[in-house]
Structures are given as C-alpha cells and as structure tokens.
C-alpha cells in the first residue's frame, strides 16, 4: 500500500507527481520531496514558496519543515528568505546530528554554504497583492492577516515509511520573524512509521495552542482511525478555544495511517484536500458542513476546479 495526502486544492498536482514516484516504488521522502517542491515552485499558489505572500515590511518569509516517520529525524526553517525550496533545506536539515532548526540569517547561511538555489522569492503579483491589501486596512479597517495557507503532507511508501512535510509564507502581512505553526514538531505536522501522520494548516497561535498533529498521531496510536483521530482533535481544540478566549481560529488537520488510511477535519467552510493512495486516484475533496454541525466529503467538480485555476492566475491589477 501507498498514499499521500496534503492539505489544499493547491497539492493537486504535487501529489499526483508524488503519487506516481509512490508506484514506482520510490521512497516516501524522494515522493514528498518532489511533491512539496512542485507547490513552491508554482507562483500562482501565493501562500507557498515562490510567489508567496509578503510579511508587513513587504518581504516573504518562508518556513518549512521535514519529518522522518521512521528515524523521527526533523529539519525545519523559519523566516527564510531568498531561497527556492524551503523544504528541501527543511530535509537537508534533518540529516544533521544537531542544529535541525534554523531561522533566519542562520537559515539563509546554511543553504547558502550546502548549494541551496538563491532567489527573489517576491514576485510582481505578490507585490500587488501586498499594495492592494495594504490600500484595503487602511481604507476598510480590514483584518490583513487572511489570504494565508500551508501545503502539508503526509506519505507512505510501499516499504512502510512515512514522511511528514510543510512550506509556507504564513500569514499574509505577518510581522518581520513572526513563526507559525507550521515548521514546529507537534504543531504543523508529525509522523511515526509505526502510526501514521498528520500535518496542519490555519491560524498558527491557534494551532500550536493545541499540539494539533502529534495529538492526531497520538490518538491513531490508541486505536482510533485517522478520521476519528481528526474530528477529535479539531473538535476538542475549537470548543476549548471558543470556552476559554471566546473565539478559534481556523483549524484544518489532514492525517493518513501506516495502513494508507486517511481522514481530514476542519472548522472552517471552504476546506479543501487532496489525496491519492494506492486505491485512489489523485482526488480532491471538498469539506462540507451539515446542519447539526458535522462534516463530509465531497468530490470537488470539474467546475470547482476550473474556477480554482481561472481565479489563481487571472490578471491582477494594482487598485
Ligand atoms: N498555519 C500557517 C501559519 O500560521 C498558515 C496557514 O496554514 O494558513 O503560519
């Protein structure tokens, strides 16, 4: 059995590379590698890599991490700047024996001296995006920190390795070295060959508040599948937050298991994943809510996807 899972339409065609490497019969960290990369590398997904999103000063600070279900080896970066591939700097930094994490100047100085490809991650459109925003806080009294996404993703070979991986601009308009939850074990993403795992994505104070992903993995662990171990964790974790600050942030949590099984849950209408396994071609599912509050799945049309793409890459212009 294979599979691969990530958070947002935006993974589509990341993990269906991905998936391919899968069957194969290439490795769960070569799979997600390529498939966290081909998210970066694509400008039009303004929350990720290239073409991300700009924090406050109009500068894109990326973090990303990388996570080894076998080893339980993790690289991470936060509030890198200039460089292609976070993730893979990410994996690069999981292999050393020490000083997995770095941020920053540090970050950038690592990837610079280990050949790491250097680049103006700020693209025109971003810079668009970033005046346009910036006109409409001042204008509107708008929050500024929407309009921001993580591509997370969890994978499992034909051997049994998992792998968990994250890239992200975090929140648009963020401040200079602001860090989300993203590149933080626990929080944005974990996994364990033995289990399963799960990866996040949503407003990073909340979620760290709630240790999200390893929460996921912890409850897979006791027995339940990875559907129930999501439901559970977002549900717990919204009525916590509303009961004791009166209010959650967005919180979206994908998980697969060493079985190739998968689940998703989310507080927020508008959710959506993709997955691909063995079983199952690459997929894109919508969440949906019922009245009584609880979710479903549902198979994004052929018209959903069309106004995904159309609306990604139409012109842009400066208001
Ligand atoms: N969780 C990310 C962060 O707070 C953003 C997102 O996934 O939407 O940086």
């Known amino acids: 059995m294979y599979g691969i899972i990530a958070t947002w339409r935006m993974a589509l065609e990341g993990i269906s590379e991905g998936a391919k490497m ?13 498939a966290i990369r081909a998210v970066e590398d694509f400008e039009y997904y303004k929350s990720v ?8 000063e109009m500068e894109v600070e990326l973090d990303a991490a990388w ?9 991470a970066v936060a509030a890198i700047k200039d460089y292609a591939n976070p993730v893979s700097i990410a994996r690069k930094l999981s292999t050393e024996p020490v000083n997995n994490m770095l941020v920053g100047a540090g970050a950038e100085k690592y990837a610079h001296k280990n050949g790491f490809e250097r680049k103006n991650m700020l693209t025109e459109r971003a810079k668009i995006h970033y005046y346009n925003r910036k006109k409409e806080v001042e204008e509107l009294e708008l929050k500024p920190y929407s309009g921001h996404d993580t591509v997370g ?4 070979d034909q051997f049994g390795h ?11 308009m ?4 602001r860090v989300g939850d993203s ?11 033995e289990v399963g795992g799960a990866s996040a994505t949503g407003l990073g104070e909340d979620l760290m508040k709630g240790c999200v992903s390893y929460e996921i993995v912890r409850l897979m662990k006791e027995g339940f599948t990875p559907q129930q171990a999501c439901e559970k964790t977002v549900r717990s974790l919204d009525r916590k937050l509303k009961e004791r600050r009166g209010k959650a942030g967005d919180l979206s949590l994908i998980a697969m298991n060493n079985k190739g099984e998968w689940g998703c849950a989310t507080n927020i209408e508008g959710f959506s994943f993709a997955v691909a396994t063995e079983k199952e071609e690459p997929t894109v599912y919508l969440v949906k809510f019922k009245e009584d509050g609880s979710q479903y799945f549902e198979v994004a049309s052929k018209e959903w996807m069309d106004n995904y793409m159309r609306t990604r890459t ?5 208001k």
């Open 22 to 34: 899968l069957d194969q019969g290439q490795t769960a960290d070569d799979a997600l590698e390529t």
């Open 49 to 56: 890599g290239y073409g991300g999103l700009p924090n406050e």
């Open 153 to 156: 993703m969890v994978d499992l």
């Open 162 to 172: 998992m792998c968990a991986a994250t890239s992200t601009s975090g929140l648009f």
């Open 174 to 177: 963020k401040r200079a070295g």
């Open 314 to 318: 139409a012109p842009l212009v400066r």
């Open 183 to 193: 590149p933080i074990s626990g929080s944005g993403f974990y996994v364990d060959s």
């Open 67 to 75: 996570m080894d279900g076998d080893t339980l080896s993790i690289g």
